[in-house]
């Protein structure tokens, strides 16, 4: 049976990240192509100015995660199925388990670490920040766009962006890490991975890391002893959904 192997399974995750960022570049580009099109006479810096302009709205980049994020899922859950097939369905690694848990308290359990996890990691950011603003990017884009984009813009984080990170790293990275090392030194490795690759959404502050990497061992925990990626799911979704709620109280 094909196992994934750590530098494919990393690869996948930079085209992950990469992709939102050429999505970006492509409307930037169709953007600049239009107000040419339309604007001939506009030299190249006002075309750039009137493209900056565009983007820092932020609607236009709520629109961008809303329509570019489930085509991007798309893309990659058929890049990982079409190179292990064999491995989706499987329960435990090397598998990627899409399959039911061993029980359905494994639901319950989900939700309720999905709840337990943002004031247990709030705190321990709050403890390391030492009174700095904490800030993430879809924080501050569900802050600052519509009211009538916040509820997709919700919704693709509660579902889209849990399904595909799930996949990538309690699927394949911690399956390829397990096939060539211990447990514990796969879940350590990927927990800090998926820490440190969230270091550009947190705007680098570094000291949202910690908070990160525990929420990443505590999914590795539910993914190995569920023997499915559904319960990693569930929880990465709530914690995401509560992180959103306390968001839109507060504005």
Known sequence: ????????????????????????TVVSAAIGLLETLRHPDLSHAQVHARVWHTLSNPDSNA???????????????????????ALWPRPRPPGFGWHAPLS?????????????????GAMITKLLAHGHDITQNVEELSRQASGNLRLPLAIVAITVGPMIEELLFRGVLL????????????????????????LGGLDFQWYAIPNLILLAAVLCWLRLKSAS??????????YNLFALIALFAAT
């Open 1 to 24: 049976m094909r196992i994934p192997g750590v530098l494919y399974a990393l690869g996948l995750i930079v085209i992950y990240f990469l992709l939102q960022i050429a999505a970006g």
């Open 63 to 85: 629109l961008l995660v809303i329509l570019g994020l489930p085509l991007i899922a798309l893309l990659m859950f058929w890049l990982v199925h079409r190179a292990w097939p």
């Open 104 to 120: 359905a308290h494994w639901y319950v359990a989900a939700l309720l670490m999905g709840l337990i996890m943002p004031p247990i």
């Open 175 to 198: 399956s390829a890490l397990m096939h060539r090392l211990s447990t514990r030194w796969s879940v350590a490795i990927c927990s800090t991975l998926f820490g440190v690759v969230h």
């Open 229 to 238: 990626l559904w319960p990693a799911v569930i929880t990465h979704g709530v």
